[in-house]
Structures are given as structure tokens and as C-alpha cells.
């Protein structure tokens, strides 16, 4: 074999091992909101810690690429994930037709219903359109919860929040009647010191053209290769038993949902 011949294969094989180095240490950049726990919030120390957070970190291992993530605020996340800042949202949000008209999303990844909670001596009875009336309820801005009260409580006063933390602080303090978030959600904060104000009314049955089928994975339009491989990933952490462990760190019930 001659010398030039040598060389060649010899680059050859360097820029193959190169590229395969280089699929091994693909980044995936993931935004999620941080101020909704139990999915996802940030720790005193800056960590990002919850459902969402677990998920994600379970899908990437099986994706066999490295993720990273950034905290954005929920009012900005689907224009901040067009904009390049990262690859993916990772945050329950919700799939709607509204959302899909600026994002792809994946299948769901959970599905559990909304609820409104009130204070342990209020005289709400029940989370229809007649009990609430009258009454002032908290919900935070841009989500479905927001859609679901705006379209259901005509006879209620709804009041926008940025996040999940400041409505339950006006609940706590008596400057709401109600609450309307995710069933998770409500009954982990009112299993905390903070929430002992407050109790559960009961759940609500969704809307499906405004809560979707559940919450999925957003990327950018377009990039259905992502999608898929997280379509791919999901299936295979419900099989393996991975999704299940995460699960019961933070439930007593599978919030997968039923299979659709």
C-alpha cells in the first residue's frame, strides 16, 4: 500500500471518528419555566428540579444525547424556543391547535385534569359556572386554565397571574375566592405549610378543544425529526419502567392518563 493511500485511509478514519464523537456529544438545549412545581421549578440555588425536569433528563439518556437547560418565563417561552434560545419546551404544556399553529408538538407525555381550589371556609360547593358566580378567581396568564376560566365563568371576575406561586399567595391572603390549575399542582401546594389555608373543591372535567389531549413536547415548526425521536423516547421510557419510577417520585397515580 502505498504512502499517499495510507494517509488517505488514515484521514478518513480520523473524520469518521470524529463525526461519530461528535453524534455522541450532541446538546440538546431544553426550556422549561421553572415556577410550576410539582413539574418544574427552580430551587434557592438555582437548580431546576421536578417532573418536567426528570422527563426530559430520562428522554435525552435514551435519546443518547446530552441536555442542557434554561428557565424562561411562560409568557415568553414559544417565542423564545422560535428564536433559537433553545431546542425544545419541556414545561406541561399543553397541546392545543392555537399553540400548533407556532409549534410542533410530540404525543403527550401526562394528561390530568384542572380543579379549583378555595379557602378550607368557603362556601363554594362545586366548580360549575353557578357555584363560582359572583366570585373572584386566580389563574395564571397565557395558559389553558387562563382560556378554560375566561370561556366558563362569565359570572366570575378572572384575574391573570404571571406565575402559579403569586395566585396561591392571593389566595392564601384572602384576595382571590378561587383558584383554576392543574389538579397536580393545586393538591401539591396544599399539601405544603403554605397551602394549609386552602382546599380542594374538586376537579373539572376538560375541555378537549381547550386543554388538549395533554401536554407534550413543543419544538420548532417543522423539525419533525425531533419530534420523532422524542415520540420514540417517550414510548420506550413507559416500556422500560423509567416513567414509572419518575412518576411515583412525585404521585400516587399514574398522570400518564388513558392511552390515546
Not at 469518521?16 to 410539582?38: D, F, N
Not at 431546576?48 to 435514551?62: N, P, Q, R, T
Not at 359570572?155 to 378561587?178: H, W
Request: charged share 25%; net charge negative; glycine share 8%.
Amino acid at each position: 500500500m502505498s504512502t499517499a493511500l495510507r494517509i488517505a485511509l488514515a484521514a478518513s478514519a480520523a473524520l469518521l471518528t470524529l463525526g461519530v464523537a461528535q453524534a455522541q456529544e450532541k446538546t440538546l438545549r431544553i426550556g422549561t419555566e421553572g415556577a410550576y412545581p410539582p413539574f418544574n421549578n427552580l430551587t434557592a440555588d438555582g437548580q431546576l428540579v421536578g417532573f418536567d425536569i426528570d422527563i426530559a433528563k430520562a428522554l435525552c439518556d435514551e435519546m443518547k444525547v446530552k441536555c442542557t437547560f434554561v428557565a424562561q418565563d411562560w409568557d415568553g417561552i414559544i417565542p423564545a424556543l422560535q428564536a433559537g434560545k433553545f431546542d425544545a419546551i419541556v414545561a406541561s404544556m399543553s397541546i392545543t391547535p392555537e399553540r400548533a399553529e407556532k409549534v410542533d408538538f410530540t404525543n403527550k407525555y401526562y394528561n390530568t385534569p384542572p380543579a379549583i381550589a378555595a379557602p378550607k371556609d368557603s362556601d363554594i360547593k362545586g366548580v360549575t359556572k353557578e357555584d363560582l358566580a359572583g366570585k373572584t378567581i386566580g389563574v395564571q396568564a397565557s395558559t389553558t386554565h387562563f382560556n378554560y376560566s375566561t370561556k366558563a365563568y362569565t359570572d366570575s371576575t378572572i384575574k391573570p397571574y404571571p406565575t402559579a406561586q403569586e395566585y396561591q399567595l392571593d389566595l392564601a391572603n384572602g384576595r382571590v375566592d378561587a383558584v383554576n390549575d392543574d389538579i397536580t399542582v393545586l393538591e401539591g401546594w396544599l399539601a405544603t405549610p403554605d397551602g394549609a389555608c386552602c382546599k380542594l373543591i374538586g376537579a373539572i372535567t376538560p375541555d378537549i378543544e381547550i386543554h388538549g389531549p395533554g401536554a407534550g413536547i413543543a419544538v420548532r415548526k417543522g423539525d419533525t425529526e425531533l419530534v420523532n425521536q422524542f415520540n420514540k423516547a417517550i414510548d420506550a421510557i413507559r416500556a422500560n419502567g423509567k416513567y414509572k419510577e419518575i412518576n411515583d417520585k412525585y404521585f400516587k397515580y399514574d398522570v400518564y392518563g388513558g392511552e390515546s
